[in-house]
C-alpha cells in the first residue's frame, strides 16, 4: 500500500528555515509528479510546488524565492526547504502523488495519495 509520510515540521520565527521531507513507501518512486500542499486553518488545501519525474519545479507566487522542492530517488523521498519563512506560511502542510500505470507508464491526471501532514507554525 502506498503510504507518504511527512516530517520535518515544527515551530520558528518568521525569517527562520525548515526543511520538510516526505518518505514514500509502496510506491515506484520518480515515475511520476510529486508536490506539497498546505492549509491554513480554516482554509482550503492549497497547492504549494510541485516536481515532475525530470525535475522540473513549479511553485506557488507565494513561496518563489523562498522554497525549493527536490526528491532523492535513492531514498525515495521528497523535500521542500522553506526559507525565509513568514507568518502566513503558517499552516499543515502536506505532500502528494499521483497513481502510476506501469502498463503505458503513464501517471494519474489527480493527486491520488496523501500524506498525514505536518505542522510548521510561523512566529512573529
Known amino acids: 500500500q502506498v503510504q507518504l509520510v511527512e516530517s520535518g515540521g515544527g515551530s520558528v520565527q518568521a525569517g527562520g528555515s525548515l526543511k520538510l521531507s516526505c518518505a514514500v513507501s509502496?510506491?515506484?518512486?520518480?515515475?511520476?509528479?510529486m508536490g506539497w500542499f498546505r492549509q491554513a486553518p480554516d482554509k482550503e488545501r492549497v497547492f504549494v510546488s510541485s516536481?515532475?519525474?525530470?525535475?522540473?519545479?513549479t511553485y506557488s507566487d507565494s513561496v518563489k524565492g523562498r522554497f525549493a522542492i527536490s526528491q532523492d530517488n535513492a531514498k525515495n523521498t521528497l523535500y521542500l526547504q522553506m526559507n525565509s519563512l513568514k507568518t502566513e506560511d503558517t499552516a499543515v502542510y502536506y505532500c502528494?502523488?499521483?497513481?502510476?500505470?506501469?502498463?503505458?507508464?503513464?501517471?494519474?491526471?489527480?493527486?491520488?495519495?496523501w500524506g498525514q501532514g505536518t505542522q510548521v507554525t510561523v512566529s512573529p
Open positions: 502528494a502523488a499521483k497513481t502510476y500505470y506501469s502498463y503505458g507508464d503513464y501517471c494519474s491526471g489527480n493527486w491520488a495519495y
Open positions: 509502496g510506491y515506484t518512486f520518480g515515475r511520476c509528479g
Open positions: 516536481i515532475s519525474k525530470d525535475g522540473i519545479t
